[in-house]
């Protein structure tokens, strides 16, 4: 694939905002979580900034919040995520970052997670595919996970992350021309 088929594109939700922790819940988006391990408890708890973990919030709980916005970079096995909103983390790439969460990641990460667009049944779409400004999609990683929803014990969050198929969320895809 060449750079002529990457594109720029926002992800949001019907009924919740999509983003950085801190985009959604303000800097620091602090958490303190318990570290378990074949039911084990293997440490005091600890707090930890997850400004830099991607995440969701209900439309209701949030005011006015910017979109994702990414490019969609493509590889011979998915897509490469790079943010594009201003700030911080402005270009960096989106990448398994603690557990199963993805976060902002350097760009010179090794092996940065790939995604793979799928359509409502259950295709696998390349931006030639997206005939919409708006269309919605799952996200896969190049390892068969797709991305939704996950709660961390102790942390007031939702985050994305690689999860079953049956947890997979539907994002709308919308694609941003000339930017």
Known sequence: MDSEHSFHATLN???????????????????????????????????????????????????????LMLHFQPTPNGYILTLKNPGEYYNKLISKSWLEVLG???????????????????????????????????LMTATNKYVGGLRMRGSPYIYLAETEEKSKITFILSLREGV
Do not use: W
């Open 104 to 138: 902002a990641q350097n760009s010179n990460t090794v092996n940065p997670t790939r995604f793979i667009l799928i359509d409502h049944q259950q295709n696998i779409i390349t931006r030639k595919n997206i005939n919409t400004q708006h269309t919605p999609i799952s």
């Open 13 to 67: 939700m019907f009924d919740a905002h999509v983003n950085l922790l801190e985009t959604l819940h303000g800097k620091p988006a602090m958490a303190t979580v318990s570290s378990f391990s074949g039911g084990f408890f293997t440490g005091k708890p600890q707090t930890h900034d997850h400004s830099h973990l991607l995440g969701m919030r209900a439309e209701a709980q949030a005011v006015d919040c910017i979109p």
